[in-house]
């Protein structure tokens, strides 16, 4: 949202200025009311449209099959507790503001039609004889005007004339749209000056109008003289007296510059630049091609998910960039745990893959272990073991207070370098009501990757959807030196649960499975695509090492049916050793990049 609003600011703002400086002070009164309209609508829906980029270039194929790097995981359970989203406030007061505003504009509505007179027809027009003494005015179908002003021989034809071209030309509906959209977008100051340009354009060409029909200016000037003191300022209203009396006597003997007509087509490169400026940019072979796999599960990627997703997270980028994952763990808000995790879900499979802070809904919780004396009589031991029951730490004389029965699980560790202990070992007490309650906690598993994933999603506040890259980069990422028995510190009463995690190993090495797939790949089809086309390989491997599904996703659907053939080709009958969770076999997901690069070697013609 919050692209969309600065992109709209930023453009229907650069056309109010094209307006205010080379079109409002010309008599293109008719060119100038329609530029105003378009412009709103111009700069509402200009954030929406997608402008696809060519590629200039034409590219040899080659196929790469890069290689998911196994990265330990530091996983953390986070408690979704109640707390302060300054995000979500914001969201709750905009809306609040953009219905109090909407709630003044049907006050205003309601407010003319409430108004007291006698209603009658007069010239086929609808007249409405107010007991006030007011400025005549217009709206909609309706003419109001004081019934004292109202004569026997009845309306002054001047004004009678001049609300009528009002009614004529539907200029209430252009209050009324620029109203609304005032009051959704209230936060956009421009449509504020579009309003006042609106009113005022609408009396230069009622004004126009009457003197075109031989009325006297200088009479006409005296007549809305004579009713400047009887103006009210009334919302959505076409008053005849209206403020900018100057201004509009200037525009009844002003004669147009020997430039207008150029100006009105000053507009048209203006638009088309602003449209290559905001228009979201996809490059190449970006179109949106169903991807193919066994399951369609895929998710449909929000750009302004990712760039609040990294907006959070350079909040902590000080931790992240300095591999500080401690001190991101400790610093990282409720609000922000709650909010991140709202965002992953919206992204898209690859960008879930690829943000360094990600999570796993999976419930993995801490299961039953039974303490025995021995164990008990061991962490007895201050110089080599840290004791903490409940998320508190205790000395471990104190340890013999408590029968083996209170405890329902615990867990040894090795202990954080940080805390400057002298024990080397850490154990994790639960008594059963404690352990209770974390059970029936809705958690979040958090997974940390590493600053190099960190720092491949910085964007710009409005990026282009790039799709296609002039050259595709297959980087090994170290895997990051994470303490997997990290420990938080004794101030914090909630139990960390540490897991440590072994990716699935295909049958003779990754190597082996690489070569096959390049060597049983048929790129031929893909020959004449320029750029470089990229899939996502997700392998699911069970813990007794079967391949149990695969799924592809990429832009180019004919790329992704290839991709799965040749997995599956490489996968059938194969066994894999599996995953491995806290060293038991576990279920995994092992992801596979796959890209096809070209290089360049003549320009087309």
């Not at 406030?89 to 909407?102: C, D, G, R, S």
């Not at 004669?255 to 207008?260: E, G, I, L, V």
């Not at 840290?386 to 104190?398: A, C, E, M, T, Y």
């Not at 072994?502 to 049983?520: F, I, Q, S, V, W």
Request: glycine share 2%; net charge positive.
């Amino acid at each position: 949202m919050e692209t969309f609003i600065l992109k709209t600011v930023i453009c229907s703002g650069i056309l109010f200025g094209l307006y205010h400086w080379f079109l409002a002070k010309e008599k293109t009164f008719v060119f100038n009311r329609f530029y105003l309209i378009f412009s709103v609508i111009f700069s509402l829906t200009i954030p929406f449209l997608t402008i696809e980029l060519p590629n200039l270039k034409e590219e040899k194929s080659n196929l790469v099959v890069g290689e998911e790097i196994p990265q330990q995981v530091f996983t953390q359970q986070i408690t979704e507790e109640s707390s302060f989203d300054f995000s979500q406030i914001i969201l709750a007061v905009y809306f609040l503001i953009a219905v109090l505003f909407l709630a003044k504009f049907i006050i205003s509505i309601l407010k003319i039609k409430n108004l007291k007179g006698r209603r009658l027809i007069y010239r086929s027009k609808n007249i409405v004889l107010l007991q006030k003494d007011l400025a005549p005015f217009s709206f909609w179908n309706t003419i109001y005007i004081s019934e004292k002003s109202f004569s026997y021989s009845g309306i002054d034809n001047r004004v009678f004339m001049h609300e009528e071209i009002h009614i004529q030309q539907k200029h209430s509906l252009d209050l009324i749209f620029i109203e609304l959209t005032k009051a959704v977008l209230w936060i956009n100051p421009f449509f504020y000056f579009y309003k006042i340009a609106m009113i005022n354009n609408h009396e230069f060409l009622a004004d126009e109008e009457v003197i075109n029909k031989n009325i006297n200016i200088k009479n006409y000037q005296e007549l809305i003289l004579q009713e400047v003191l009887k103006q009210q300022n009334i919302p959505l209203t076409h008053q005849f007296n209206f403020n900018n009396t100057k201004k509009r006597f200037i525009m009844m003997t002003k004669q147009n510059s020997k430039f207008a007509k150029a100006k009105k087509f000053l507009a048209a490169p203006v638009f088309a630049i602003a449209a290559f400026v905001f228009a979201e940019k996809v490059y190449g072979n970006s179109t949106a091609e169903n991807p193919v796999s066994i399951s369609q599960n895929s998710k449909i990627e929000s750009d302004d998910a990712l760039i609040a997703y990294q907006k959070i997270l350079d909040k902590y980028s000080k931790y992240l960039d300095n591999q500080d994952y401690h001190g991101f763990i400790q610093n990282l808000s409720p609000s922000d745990k709650i909010q991140l995790h709202s965002l992953f879900q919206k992204l898209s499979d690859d960008n879930q893959y690829n943000v360094p802070v990600r999570f796993n809904d999976r419930q993995m919780k801490t299961k039953r272990w039974k303490i025995t004396d021995a164990d008990i009589k061991k962490y007895l031991d201050s110089e080599n073991y840290s004791v903490i029951v409940d998320g508190k730490r205790i000395k471990n004389s104190d340890l013999s207070k408590y029968d083996i029965n209170d405890f329902a699980t615990f867990l040894e560790m090795r202990t954080n370098p940080k805390f400057n202990l002298k024990q080397s070992r850490t154990v994790m007490l639960m008594t059963e009501n404690y352990y209770a309650a974390y059970l029936k906690r809705k958690d979040l598993n958090m997974i940390i990757s590493g600053p190099n994933l960190y720092s491949k999603i910085k964007t710009d506040t409005i990026p282009p959807k790039k799709a296609k890259d002039a050259k595709a980069e297959i980087k090994k990422i170290k895997p990051e030196d994470i303490n997997v028995n990290e420990y938080p510190p004794v101030a914090m009463p909630k139990p960390v649960q540490t897991v440590e995690q072994t990716p699935a190993e295909y049958p003779g090495g990754m190597d082996l499975m690489r070569k096959g797939m390049g060597e049983n790949f048929n790129a031929a089809p893909f020959e004449k695509l320029s750029g470089t086309v990229k899939a996502s390989i997700l392998i699911s491997v069970d813990e007794n090492g079967k391949t149990t599904d695969i799924k592809v996703t990429g832009p180019n659907s004919e790329f992704n049916k290839e991709a799965y053939r040749v997995t599956e080709l490489m996968t059938a009958g194969k066994i894999w050793k599996p995953a491995t969770e806290n060293g038991k076999p576990a279920k995994s997901v092992y992801k596979l990049p796959l890209a096809m690069k070209f290089e360049n070697t003549a320009p087309i013609k």
